[in-house]
């Protein structure tokens, strides 16, 4: 029998990068994944097909909007094969990445389906039935995360999709339906819209991006308006009559009230994802869950039973690939005896629409619930010599600080590489820094980054430029 030091269950963000931590610090290490290809659901089915899709479709959208630069061009058509191929070879490339750094770093694989049969031992069932048992001193869960389903409404990821079916439709559907103004709804609705879809966001709550700063879901609001995205908030689908060319959707007013039919082509369901354990034998093998089957940890990653870690979307917190990477080497050097460690306040979180949305640490709405005072510096983009260079000054920066300690407690961005500039403030989250610290470090000129000095400087109402 196979005897490892490590298995990994599971090849996502989470696990590959748990496997490479842990074969760097002499680990003999091997991985167990179900795909044919590793990389989870970010690398296959989720953040980089979607970013693929997102640039291509960004671009064509630009196209049509360079007069303003003084370029004309003839009106763009989009060849949506191709297109689609875009997307396949960047994930390719991905995939084979990840398989490349597994050799590099001798990280056995075993393809498969693995299950936890007694202490240290995991079954692997290939896709043909056969079935091998390997031996680990440690098992670590990076098993992800499924989509939500709504009761009722059956994916068939053609007219009814998750994020999975809507990366990859054949055409443009005419009307596309969003269930859900999260994540996914908004950028992959972004993505068919600007493809010529007409596109309507359902949402059951009364705003958009719940847990983001409330200021700037409402701005992103108003500017994916403008864009011509429709939003019925505080409303719910209850069922989608597939019968005949064109689906027909339910809509409740969340409060209840009278139902309304919207038509639609394609309905794209993305109301959450939950944590993935089906066959996993965790029940059996006494590891506990909570109450949404996340498997429960002590927050250093270690499970109620000795030897079997958990790390990624199948625990606890945001479901990001980073926060799944970052979790995986934390646990492969607390395995290893190190002090792995990761810093829940200074992980980002951003949409890559256009303008993206990114943000990090505490958002006001939390502040205020606290208790806690707070100094808010901010700054538009149409104050921006490059933003307006670039004719992209839609969105501001904001930072909140500590009122006492001009600690930086939280920032948030709309606007144009909102993705790359929270980074500045990741940075300085981390080393603790204040509002004060960002707003006397010289920034290069003209650079979408003064904003985020400015929004510092802005705390102690000092900005310069406006
Ligand atoms: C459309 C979409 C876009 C996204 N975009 C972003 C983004 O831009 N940025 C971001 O940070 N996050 C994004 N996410 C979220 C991100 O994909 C997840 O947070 C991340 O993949 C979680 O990593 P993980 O390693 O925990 O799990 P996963 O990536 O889900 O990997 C789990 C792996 O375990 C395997 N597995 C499960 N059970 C078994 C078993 N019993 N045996 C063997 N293998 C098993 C699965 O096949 C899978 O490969 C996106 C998600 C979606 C759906
Ligand atoms: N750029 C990124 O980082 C990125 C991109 C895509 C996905 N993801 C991750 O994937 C996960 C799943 O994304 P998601 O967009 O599906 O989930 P989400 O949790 O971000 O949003 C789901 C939305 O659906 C709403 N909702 C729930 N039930 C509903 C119902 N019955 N009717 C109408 N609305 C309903 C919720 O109120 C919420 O606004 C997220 O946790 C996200 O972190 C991240």
């Known amino acids: 029998m196979a005897s490892y030091d490590v298995i990994v269950i599971g090849s996502g963000p989470g696990g590959y990068v748990c496997a490479i931590r842990a074969a760097q610090l002499g680990l003999k290490t091997a991985v167990v994944e179900k795909m044919k290809t ?16 997102l640039a291509a479709s960004e671009l064509f959208e630009e196209v049509s909007h360079l007069d303003g630069f003084g370029i004309e061009v003839g009106k763009p058509t989009v060849n949506l094969e191709k297109m689609l191929g875009h997307k396949s070879e960047t994930v390719d490339a991905n995939v084979q990445g990840v398989a490349y750094l597994f050799k590099k770093n001798k990280i056995t694989s075993h393809q498969g389906t693995g299950r936890i049969v007694g202490k240290g031992k995991v079954e692997v069932t290939d896709e043909n039935g056969k079935t091998e048992t ?18 009722g409404i059956e994916i068939d990821e053609e007219r009814i999709v998750s ?28 993505v068919w819209r600007r493809l010529g879809a007409e596109v309507m966001v ?9 847990g983001m700063d409330n200021e700037v879901a409402k701005q ?22 597939t019968k ?14 009278d139902a309304e039919t919207i038509e639609a082509d394609v309905v794209l369901v993305s109301i959450g994802r939950v944590p993935y354990t089906e066959g996993l034998g965790l029940k059996e093998a006494g590891v506990e869950t909570d109450e949404r089957g996340r498997v429960k940890t002590d927050g250093h990653y270690r499970t109620n039973v000795d030897g079997i870690w958990a790390i990624g979307d199948v625990i606890t917190g945001p479901m990001l690939a980073h926060k799944a990477e970052d979790e995986g080497v934390a646990v492969a050097e607390i395995i290893a005896g190190q002090a792995g460690h990761v810093n829940y306040d200074a992980i980002p979180n951003i949409i890559y629409t256009m303008p993206e949305v990114a943000s990090i640490g505490k958002t006001e709405e939390q502040l205020k619930d606290a208790g806690v005072e707070y100094n808010v510096g901010k700054f538009p983009f149409s104050a921006s010599g490059r933003a307006r260079a670039m004719r992209a000054t839609d ?14 407690l939280g ?17 300085l989250i981390e080393f603790g820094g204040s509002a004060e610290d960002l707003a006397r470090t010289c920034h290069g000129h003209p650079t979408l980054s003064e904003a985020v000095r400015e929004a510092a400087l802005g705390v102690a109402k000092r900005s310069i430029h406006i």
């Open 244 to 257: 005949g060319e064109t689906l027909k959707a339910s809509v409740e007013p969340a409060k209840g009230g």
């Open 411 to 427: 920032a948030h961005i709309v606007g144009p590489s909102a993705g790359e500039l929270i980074q500045e403030f990741a940075v």
């Open 38 to 53: 590793f990389g989870g659901t970010c690398l296959n089915v989720g953040c980089i097909p979607s970013k693929a899709l």
């Open 202 to 210: 359902v949402e059951f709550l009364d705003r958009i991006l719940p």
């Open 220 to 241: 992103f609001q108003r500017l994916l308006q403008k864009q011509g995205i429709a939003f019925k908030l505080g409303s719910k689908v209850t069922g989608v009559e």
């Open 134 to 151: 390997i031996e680990g001193k440690n098992i670590v869960v990076a098993t992800g995360s499924d989509v939500a389903r709504l009761p």
């Open 395 to 408: 969105g501001f920066v904001k930072v909140l600080a500590d009122k006492k300690t001009d600690r930086v």
């Open 163 to 190: 994020s999975t079916g809507a990366l990859s439709l054949n055409k443009v559907p005419k009307k596309l339906l969003v269930v859900g103004a999260g994540v996914i709804g908004l950028e992959l609705g972004s």
